[in-house]
């Protein structure tokens, strides 16, 4: 028994039955009903067949079949119904917040944890390693100057090194938490250092003090060695089981306490730092060492030009101030700094060629003549200036410790000798400049002279002489000089008195100016002070004393027209602002007259050129040169008495237009002693080179040749 349908409500939802009933009406107002979506397919067939068979019982609905037997008309599809706009649903704002609380509290909570470690956990630890913590103050050093020649070149300067020190305040057993710590770093630091582990623990148990220089200046390599092993060590003193054992120390021992830690949880390198420092090198070896000088172990000049300009090449030290903890810096603990002030650099007056020149030969003469030492100096006749001052034996300041001690001075001025007949200029200067003899007057010269006690006589036995003044010169002769240097004044006394008076001008028993360490005076008496021997030794050249660069200067006097110019060794200086200053031009002082100086000049030059003269090994092709031979008994500075020579040679060039003047001395020679036969040729090679060196145009003119002999 079927279900009667209810109007509007067929299966397929259209809104009329199967019987053609009307539909309802719509109530004014009410909403237009929206057509049904259409069910996906498959899901809407069997729908509509269950709600079918509910409706007419179970059979099958039937199509309805319109009137008049007309087909049924296919209705349009329906447009699907537009989506509806997704609506956006705010967050939870409680939770957000929740979750902001939770991982704050989170944040808070380690932070709190940590606060707990610091303070009762690790609080022994960190109270330990505060004490550590200290501000040191470090030197910063200043950068020694250089010393170069007069083109630039270093002769002395200064390269990186690094000074090894120690803090002996972190080595105490409470602190080191070792009993033998400073035994451990020495025992480490010796091999390394080359430094005895005793000498290296005592310093490191210094007391009541934060710094001790184990080794100065000390190389890059050696620095990182030591580096190394402290890092090293470091590492191993960092373990977990290290840091327990660190813990216990100074605990109870029912709390399992301990004295100190393990000898592998030790670092006992903690309190060796270093600071930057320099060593002193000497590009050159041992080229110009005797002028140079040395550093001593501190890096501060000892000797020569080194200890002279020792303020100036040094400049001024600086100071770092900084906090570490168990020998590291803290960069984050602040700190301060003060920069250091450079040193100046000199530039000096030496000719690297000529120096080197110099130093050959004098080196090979000494040797051939097994002599105990010489010198030869080089210098321009118009400055003043020293292009060369050679010493042999010499020495390396490079190997310091492989020197003597009798070659680590300057013995060219350092070394008071009697010059013997070099001296004679002065005398002849004397006598030419007061107007008591001319070049030409006649001496007659015997072969010996009786003053006072004494029985004087020349190099070599000769029949009388009838000599020129300036074959007095030439030939040498002692007997012809006193003879000269009799007529000075009417008596003895007065004599004398002009003489020291003309010696002093030439610079004779005073400084040289150049103020070098070590440098003599030599010795002149007053004339009132002069024996019945002195007074007759002195005018050619024996009781009294000069240095090397007192008899030079003398030559350099006549051959520049009679006017001393202070002798010089520095050129200039350089500053921590890089400005370059000249040195002050040597001062000037006229000793003798121009015309004086010229008839001298004259003279000296037959020493060289006439056959009868004692210096003919020392011409010069192609220059004229004026100089004198000496050949002097010399006195022992170990007792005081006579014994051996001195030979010499001094003179310069071109004599028509002098430029340079070279001496050589060469003391206590073994085979042969002439200084005309030892000297002679060192001076040839040593002018021959300068004037090439600074191409010095050869001589225009031939030499006056002045006669030597003259009769009654």
Known sequence: MSTPRQPGRGSGGSGSGSGGGKPRPRPAGAARPQPARRPAAGASRSAGASGAARSAGGERPRTPRPRGGEPPRRQPPRRPAPPQPRLIKLGDPKKRLRLVGVAMVAVFSVFAGRLVQLQLLDSDELAAAAQANKYVQAKLSADRGSITSSDGVALATTVDAYDVTGDPSLYPAEKSLVPDAPEQAAALLAPILNRSKEQLAALLRTPKT??????????????????????TLAKQADTVACRAQRKLVGKPAEQGGRTSVDAACANPLAGITFQDSKRRVYPAGGLAANLLGYVNADGIGTGGLELQYQGDLAGKDGHSTYAQVNGRMVPTAG???????EGSDLRLTL?????WAAQRAITDQVANAGAEKGYVIVQDVKTGQVLAMAASPGFNPNELAKAKADQLGNAAVGDA????????????AAVLDTGTA?????????????????????????????????GVLAKSSNIGTILAAERLAPDQAGSNKVLHDYLTRFGIGQSTGLGFPGETKGILAKPEAWNGSQQYTIPFGQGLSVNALQATSVFSTIANG????????????????????????????????PE??????EMLESVVSDEQGTGTKAAVEGYRVAGKTGTANRVDPKTGKYNGYTASFIGFAPADAPRVTVSCVIQDPKNGHFGGQLCGPVFKQVMEF??????????GSQAPNLPVERKP
């Not at 000719?351 to 120096?355: A, P, Y």
């Not at 000798?417 to 004679?424: D, L, M, R």
């Not at 500053?575 to 007259?593: L, M, S």
Request: charged share 25%; hydrophobic share 35%.
């Open 210 to 231: 934060q710094w001790v220089m184990l080794a100065p200046r000390q190389s890059p390599e050696t620095k990182k060695q030591i580096t190394d092993l402290k890092s």
């Open 335 to 341: 700190g301060s700094q003060q920069s250091p002030v």
């Open 351 to 355: 000719d690297r060629d000529i120096q």
């Open 417 to 428: 000798f009697e010059p013997g007949s070099t001296a004679k200029l002065m005398t002849m």
């Open 438 to 470: 001319a070049w030409d007057t006649y001496v007659e010269v015997p072969n010996t002279l009786q003053r006072s006690d004494r029985i004087f006589h020349d190099d070599i036995d000769h029949p009388t002489w009838h000599l020129t003044l300036a």
């Open 562 to 593: 009679g006017v001393r110019v202070t002798p010089n060794l520095l050129a200039g200086t350089t500053g921590a602002d890089g400005r370059y200053v000249a040195a002050p031009p040597g001062k000037e002082t006229r000793v003798v007259k």
């Open 596 to 601: 004086t100086a010229k008839t001298l000049t």
């Open 690 to 699: 300068t004037l090439k060196t600074l191409r010095v145009a050869p001589s």
